[in-house]
């Protein structure tokens, strides 16, 4: 048993990338395309730079003819490549994984640079609605509210126009709905639409004057 152990631990591991686990999706890779990746990528760590269809799928579930379509596909597709390379004068075929990770961090770039663009816009909105530059204390705000509250740019738009429609332009209310919102578990713009209007439909009942449902008796309309 212990010897059994320790040849598993002599086997090593094999580090996957967090940004990949999280990201694949977005990349346009399906499950059984990463795991292919994710085994290219052990048998290249193992120092194996060329597997047969036949060595990966023993570590899958697929077939080795369905093992075949999916490496087609992934070349094709821009996330594997097979390259020569020669040794002792003797030219032979590799995999690379460089086209997965070229495609990776020009994702992570682009996410960059739509949060960065989804800010800005963010502040402009906030100016435009306030008629006025924002003070140092209302842009930590708001950047306290992205970095650390994780609020979604969208989400924040949204609790703004919620303070404008019921006239409480203030970070105070502001930050107040925001913190209802994550606190009822609202994570989407439409999320945020149907809570703020059942709110406001709650509100109108509370402001409505009270009408007692027993008739009054009027003395004076009696002869």
């Given at each position: 048993m212990d010897n059994e152990m320790i040849r598993f631990f002599r086997e090593g591991s094999v580090a996957i990338p967090r940004l990949l686990l999280t990201s694949y999706k977005t990349l346009g890779l399906n499950e059984t395309e990463f795991m292919l990746l994710?085994?290219?990528?052990?048998?290249?760590?193992?120092?194996?730079?060329?597997?047969?269809?036949?060595?990966?799928?023993?570590?899958m579930t697929i077939s080795s003819e369905m093992c075949m379509q999916q490496l087609r596909k992934l070349v094709q597709k821009g996330f594997l490549a097979i390259e020569e390379r020669m040794d002792d004068n003797?030219?032979?075929?590799c995999y690379s994984l460089?086209?997965?990770?070229?495609?990776?961090?020009?994702?992570?770039?682009?996410?960059q640079k739509q949060e960065e663009e989804q800010e800005e816009q963010l502040y402009t909105v906030f100016e435009?609605?306030?008629?006025?530059?924002?003070?140092?204390?209302?842009?930590?705000?708001?950047?306290?509210?992205?970095?650390?509250?994780?609020?979604?740019?969208?989400?924040?738009?949204?609790?703004l126009r919620e303070a404008v429609l019921s006239g409480k332009l203030n970070f105070r209310y502001i930050d107040r709905i925001l913190f209802e919102?994550?606190?009822?578990?609202?994570?989407?713009?439409e999320q945020a639409q149907q809570h703020a209007k059942k709110f406001r439909k709650?509100?109108?009942?509370?402001?409505?004057?009270?009408?007692?449902?027993?008739?009054?008796?009027?003395?004076?309309?009696?002869s």
């Open positions: 994710l085994h290219i990528h052990s048998f290249l760590e193992q120092g194996i730079s060329f597997p047969t269809p036949d060595e990966i799928a023993a570590r003797i030219r032979s075929e460089d086209p997965l990770w070229e495609k990776l961090i020009r994702a992570v770039f682009q996410e435009h609605e306030f008629g006025r530059p924002l003070s140092p204390m209302e842009c930590e705000t708001l950047a306290m509210w992205m970095d650390q509250d994780e609020h979604d740019p969208i989400i924040i738009k949204a609790a919102w994550k606190k009822n578990g609202i994570k989407t713009i709650n509100q109108l009942k509370q402001d409505q004057p009270y009408k007692p449902t027993v008739p009054i008796y009027n003395w004076l309309e009696q």
